[in-house]
T-cell receptor, first 114, second 112 residues
Framework: AQSVTQLDSHVSVSEGTPVLLRCNYS??????LFWYVQHPNKGLQLLLK??????LVKGINGFEAEFKKSETSFHLTKPSAHMSDAAEYFC????????????FGSGTKLNVKP | DADVTQTPRNRITKTGKRIMLECSQT?????MYWYRQDPGLGLQLIYY???????NKGEISDGYSVSRQAQAKFSLSLESAIPNQTALYFC???????????FGPGTRLTVL
């Protein structure tokens, strides 16, 4: 079975400092992995996705994530946080052999301090 | 215009009432999904449909039913609403060629 664990429910950073949101996955085979962002009172927007091509994936708004099979991790990073990055972030694994069903992590709320 | 729309965006209702949430999409996707979001739990799959004649239960389907009226429309019903169904509900779509799902703006439902 597929599953995702987001290791931090809340992360707080100062504007201009790096962001690290941690995600570990469990999968019996090479997974498809995603990061989605949800701004307050908004729907979910795709940040980036990994589908077995390059292990370093670049997304929108300066975010990137690195797939590390040996560590079963897919951490999301950004070199310099902006106030507009404050949102909730979800790590998601897709089950290729179960109709591409999505399994969501519990989310990480990112707070950006001025 | 938004590709995935949900109506209503907000709804307050009373215990025991029947409620329908509607989802429409203009993306031409075959696959549609209903999720609920509760604080600290991420999104949980309620039902999904791969075409008009295909309906499948997700992890938390009890107390819910769905109808796929057309490729572009997928409705979620709460037959007799209860307070623990208070949540944010999302509709999503995808096509078979891509993993990615596209989400609507959500419906905030409160059951008193």
């Amino acid at each position: 079975a597929q599953s995702v664990t987001q290791l931090d429910s809340h992360v707080s950073v100062s504007e201009g400092t790096p962001v690290l949101l941690r995600c570990n996955y469990s999968s019996s085979y090479s997974p498809s992995l995603f990061w989605y962002v949800q701004h307050p009172n908004k729907g979910l927007q795709l940040l980036l996705k990994y589908t077995s091509a390059a292990t370093l994936v670049k997304g929108i708004n300066g975010f990137e994530a690195e797939f590390k099979k040996s560590e079963t991790s897919f951490h999301l990073t950004k070199p310099s946080a902006h106030m507009s990055d404050a949102a909730e972030y979800f790590c998601v694994v897709s089950d290729l052999y179960n109709f591409n069903k999505f399994y969501f992590g519990s989310g990480t709320k990112l707070n950006v301090k001025p | 215009d938004a590709d995935v729309t949900q109506t209503p965006r907000n709804r307050i209702t009373k215990t025991g009432k029947r409620i329908m949430l509607e989802c429409s999409q203009t993306k031409g996707h075959d696959r549609m999904y209903w999720y609920r979001q509760d604080p600290g739990l991420g999104l949980q799959l309620i039902y999904y449909s791969f075409d008009v004649k295909d309906i499948n239960k997700g992890e938390i389907s009890d107390g819910y039913s769905v109808s796929r009226q057309a490729q572009a429309k997928f409705s979620l019903s709460l037959e007799s609403a209860i307070p623990n169904q208070t949540a944010l509900y999302f509709c999503a779509t995808s096509d078979f060629a891509r993993d990615e799902q596209f989400f609507g703006p959500g419906t905030r439902l409160t059951v008193l």
